[in-house]
């Protein structure tokens, strides 16, 4: 585990990226869609075929669940990563069963919070692709972090 | 099930509340934070004592995918709901074991899409309370809807 960092450790153009592939199961993808995203095309190959996506597709929820744990994994800060909200969500193209996911994330802004004494804000662009270096989902998420000098 | 909905059907100020609460359980909570949000404050209560939360509280993204369920439970689109994309979401308070949620979803715009011929693209605005109608979440989504007329 890299050393846990403070608001003041993070900058403008700073990047993380994530320490491995996460693996989309059809299982994960019927699993999560049986419980939060219960449409045909994320719960059944058959009934897949026939829909917008023509077959089998992770719920974009699932995705987005799976690059916030990459995100916990890759960006260690002081005392866990509280989210500040969501600037934006894309999801460009579908996740399919056994693909295989990765992220990039780069500091895009850093700013004190004005709400929160003691935090700063960091904003975040985070870039998804699978297997195929293809773009499945982008993202600008914002987190709190401590200030050293609070 | 109401009948279902193209395009057409939709319009600005239409509004779709959730037809009853999600109870959140500690289980649930502890189950997706293991999966995809391994942070001490939505692991253990006890752990969450001393964290920013002051206790156990669910994942922003257990949260988010709980909402996307009450969307397909209450929005009947014509083929399913297919995200396109994301403006904001901002959690406003921690959800907490045994908080029933419940939201309201407003249509905010319609337009034709430019790049998916023969659909629509509804801006509808999330509303998350709790139990106490505190609001725990708020968001803006944009889904597709297939044309009548297509």
Tied chains: 1, 2.
Excluded: C
Aim: aromatic share 10%; glycine share 10%.
């Amino acid at each position: 585990m890299p050393k846990e960092l403070y608001f003041e450790d993070f900058y403008v153009g700073q990047t993380f990226n994530s320490l491995g592939g996460a693996k989309v199961t059809a299982e994960e993808i019927k699993e999560f869609g049986q419980k939060y995203d219960p449409q045909p095309f994320h719960l059944d190959e058959a009934a897949g075929e026939g829909s917008f996506f023509k077959g089998l597709a992770a719920s974009g929820w699932l995705t987005a669940a799976i690059v916030m744990r990459m995100r916990v994994q890759t960006v260690p800060v002081v005392g866990g990563m509280i989210g500040a909200g969501v600037e934006e969500i894309r999801w460009t193209l579908p996740v399919r069963p056994n693909d295989i996911i990765r992220s990039e994330i780069e500091v895009l802004g850093v700013r004190q919070s004005s709400s929160r004494k003691g935090f700063g804000i960091v904003r975040t662009r985070t870039l998804v692709y699978n297997q195929r270096n293809e773009q499945v989902m982008r993202s600008v998420v914002n987190f709190l972090a401590p200030m050293k000098t609070a």
